[in-house]
């Protein structure tokens, strides 16, 4: 069992930059690889980014690709998300989440373990 806490989450003008963090529970983190999802309003979940169990990889989502960053620091069990450029249609909550095995990272089915999710407010 992994448990996921998502922090970092706030209001913003747009054009600033956010960082958010997803701290795991239990020492199993490694073995996991950890994705960021997003969900706005009347809308579904989407894929952000992605990142593999050494931190060697990173995927993203086109509308996101050059502006956020997804990192992780496997000693900390923490995976974090930078988010610079921030635009209003970035306005969704967050979800960190985890993966033991998988064929896809845009697939959210996939993935073992979710966060409460982060709101993240983006003003024009």
């Known amino acids: 069992q992994v448990q996921l806490v998502e922090s970092g989450g706030g209001l913003v003008q747009a054009g600033a930059s956010l960082r958010l963090s997803c701290a795991a529970s239990?020492?199993?983190?490694?073995?996991?690889?950890m994705g960021w999802f997003r969900q706005a309003p009347g809308r579904e979940r989407e894929f952000v980014a992605a990142?593999?169990?050494?931190?060697?990889?990173?995927y993203y989502a086109d509308s996101v690709k050059g502006r956020f960053t997804i990192s992780r620091d496997n000693a900390k069990n923490t995976v974090y998300l930078q988010m610079n450029s921030l635009k209003p249609e970035d306005t969704a909550v967050y979800y960190c989440a985890a993966v033991k095995s998988y064929s896809d990272f845009f697939d959210q089915n996939q993935y073992d373990f979710w966060g409460q999710g982060t709101q993240v407010t983006v003003s024009s």
């Open positions: 990142i593999i169990r050494s931190g060697g990889n990173t």
């Open positions: 239990g020492r199993t983190f490694v073995t996991y690889a």
